[in-house]
């Protein structure tokens, strides 16, 4: 036996969850619990307020849903405490005043005397409680039990999450305020041009049927800088390809997620759109989803729906980045929302979306507006990546820390 082997036989035992150091205890989820009767003031969903003195707090996902202003109903009792939702299976960290929500809102209060409240938060984020639909959930965690380091190192685990934790939310608020930026330069770079904000007073508009935009810029049908492009029945084919349907694209990134592999008789009926590099693709079903993505290479000459309209613009006197940019527009996805039809399934044709007008300046202006949005989009998708290292490092730290694969209580922090 190592040295290694020696020390942990030595400082580690065997438990129903498994091996833990011998100063853990292990307790029932009840047991960290505290007795103490509370009374809580519960509003319903239709007394929420949009703004108010206070927040209130269900068992919705979101951190707050909604607000009231009557200090009467605040919860009275020591913060913080956890909040689990019954149906949702959601758990929130409440350390500030807040109103209760509608029943189905449970509040668990710790037992301060054996858990630090934030550590057991952490755990309870842990558990992978299962589904029982919309039915109540809670009487599922009384079958669940608890690791119990001395105190101080659960203090010492809640911090090192709560670092980590802090900086995700420090990055999502960052990655809310480029797409803020991008939504406001995208108004500006279509209205003055790839002009500073000190010199909008230097450009001279002019109202058109699309909005205001510069003098020397035009208004034209999409239609008329396109080249024309393919469809195939691949069913009549013996060509593997990749298929990209409308449930592939992330709405939110304006990105092809995910395709299917087919060749030839088995490929769908609708598979027949021939799409290239920098080609725009366009969900003609429910436009106003904004499902819209350009062509990398990783689908050059693959196939897309018959639901999407393909968008290949001409290079010489429209730029595919530009375009893609410019149908990203409230404007005219809202134009595509007043002409769609159908009640159940509404869409609009090939041609309507083609005979969309958008702003026309020159090539060189165009790929101007294009870089600028680009450099936002390139940090945007840094700060994802960002984002999504850092859930990473969460939840493996979540899962080490409280299962002692790794140690904290030699840590010196401030807690």
Same mark, same amino acid.
């Given at each position: 036996?190592?040295?290694?082997?020696t020390?942990?036989?030595e400082?580690?035992?065997?438990t129903?969850?498994?091996e833990?150091?011998?100063?853990?205890?292990?307790?029932?989820f009840?047991?960290?619990l505290?007795?103490k009767?509370?009374k809580?003031?519960?509003?319903q969903?239709s007394?929420?307020l949009?703004?108010?003195?206070?927040?209130?707090?269900?068992? =919705?996902q979101?951190?707050?849903?909604?607000?009231?202003?009557?200090?009467?109903?605040l919860?009275?009792s020591?913060?913080p405490?956890?909040v689990?939702?019954d149906?949702?299976?959601?758990?929130?960290?409440?350390d500030?005043?807040f109103?209760?929500g509608?029943d189905?809102?449970?509040?668990?209060?710790?037992?301060i005397?054996?858990?630090?409240p934030?550590?057991?938060?952490?755990?309870?984020k842990?558990?992978?409680?299962p589904s029982?639909?919309y039915?109540?959930?809670?009487?599922?965690?009384k079958?669940? =039990?608890?690791?119990?380091p001395p105190l101080?190192?659960q203090?010492?685990?809640a911090y090192?999450?709560?670092?980590?934790q802090?900086?995700?939310?420090?990055?999502q608020?960052f990655?809310?305020?480029?797409?803020?930026l991008k939504?406001?330069?995208m108004k500006?770079?279509?209205?003055y041009?790839?002009?500073?904000?000190?010199?909008?007073?230097?450009?001279?508009?002019?109202?058109?049927?699309?909005?205001m935009?510069p003098?020397n810029?035009?208004?034209?049908?999409?239609k008329?800088?396109?080249?024309?492009t393919?469809?195939?029945?691949?069913r009549k084919?013996n060509?593997?390809?990749?298929?990209?349907?409308v449930?592939?694209?992330?709405?939110e990134k304006s990105?092809?997620?995910?395709?299917?592999?087919?060749?030839?008789?088995s490929?769908?009926s609708?598979?027949r759109k021939?799409?290239?590099?920098n080609?725009?693709?366009?969900?003609?079903?429910r436009?106003?989803?904004?499902?819209?993505?350009k062509?990398?290479q990783?689908?050059?000459?693959?196939?897309?729906?018959?639901?999407?309209?393909?968008?290949?613009?001409d290079?010489?006197?429209?730029?595919?980045?530009?375009?893609?940019?410019?149908i990203?527009r409230?404007?005219?996805?809202a134009?595509?929302g007043r002409?769609?039809?159908?009640?159940?399934?509404?869409?609009?044709?090939d041609?309507?979306?083609k005979?969309?007008?958008?702003?026309i300046?020159?090539?060189?202006?165009q790929q101007?507006i294009?870089?600028?949005?680009?450099?936002i989009?390139?940090?945007i998708?840094?700060e994802?990546?960002?984002?999504?290292?850092?859930?990473?490092?969460?939840?493996s730290?979540?899962?080490?820390?409280?299962?002692?694969?790794?140690?904290?209580?030699?840590l010196?922090?401030g807690v």
């Amino acid at each position: 036996m190592t040295t290694q082997q020696t020390l942990q036989a030595e400082e580690y035992k065997q438990t129903e969850l498994g091996e833990l150091p011998k100063d853990w205890g292990v307790v029932k989820f009840e047991d960290c619990l505290s007795d103490k009767k509370v009374k809580v003031s519960k509003l319903q969903q239709s007394q929420f307020l949009k703004i108010g003195k206070f927040p209130i707090v269900d068992q =919705s996902q979101d951190l707050i849903a909604g607000y009231w202003d009557n200090d009467e109903d605040l919860f009275s009792s020591p913060l913080p405490i956890v909040v689990f939702g019954d149906h949702t299976r959601a758990f929130k960290f409440i350390d500030f005043p807040f109103v209760c929500g509608p029943d189905g809102t449970k509040i668990l209060i710790p037992e301060i005397s054996k858990v630090f409240p934030k550590f057991f938060y952490y755990y309870l984020k842990l558990l992978n409680i299962p589904s029982r639909g919309y039915n109540r959930h809670y009487s599922l965690l009384k079958d669940y =039990s608890i690791p119990l380091p001395p105190l101080s190192e659960q203090q010492k685990i809640a911090y090192v999450l709560s670092t980590v934790q802090t900086t995700q939310e420090r990055t999502q608020n960052f990655i809310k305020s480029l797409k803020e930026l991008k939504k406001s330069a995208m108004k500006h770079l279509f209205t003055y041009g790839a002009v500073s904000f000190e010199d909008i007073d230097k450009v001279e508009l002019k109202e058109t049927e699309i909005g205001m935009i510069p003098k020397n810029w035009e208004t034209e049908p999409i239609k008329k800088y396109i080249i024309k492009t393919e469809q195939k029945d691949m069913r009549k084919t013996n060509i593997e390809f990749k298929y990209i349907d409308v449930s592939g694209i992330d709405r939110e990134k304006s990105k092809i997620i995910s395709y299917s592999n087919f060749k030839g008789k088995s490929s769908p009926s609708r598979a027949r759109k021939i799409i290239k590099l920098n080609d725009i693709i366009i969900a003609t079903v429910r436009p106003t989803l904004k499902r819209i993505a350009k062509i990398d290479q990783n689908y050059d000459c693959q196939i897309c729906s018959t639901a999407f309209c393909v968008l290949r613009a001409d290079g010489k006197k429209m730029s595919s980045n530009y375009l893609f940019y410019n149908i990203h527009r409230d404007y005219f996805i809202a134009e595509l929302g007043r002409i769609q039809k159908g009640a159940n399934y509404p869409a609009v044709s090939d041609s309507e979306i083609k005979n969309q007008k958008i702003q026309i300046p020159s090539l060189t202006e165009q790929q101007n507006i294009s870089s600028i949005l680009s450099a936002i989009d390139e940090k945007i998708q840094a700060e994802e990546q960002k984002k999504e290292a850092l859930k990473q490092t969460f939840n493996s730290l979540l899962k080490n820390l409280m299962t002692a694969k790794i140690r904290v209580n030699d840590l010196e922090v401030g807690v």
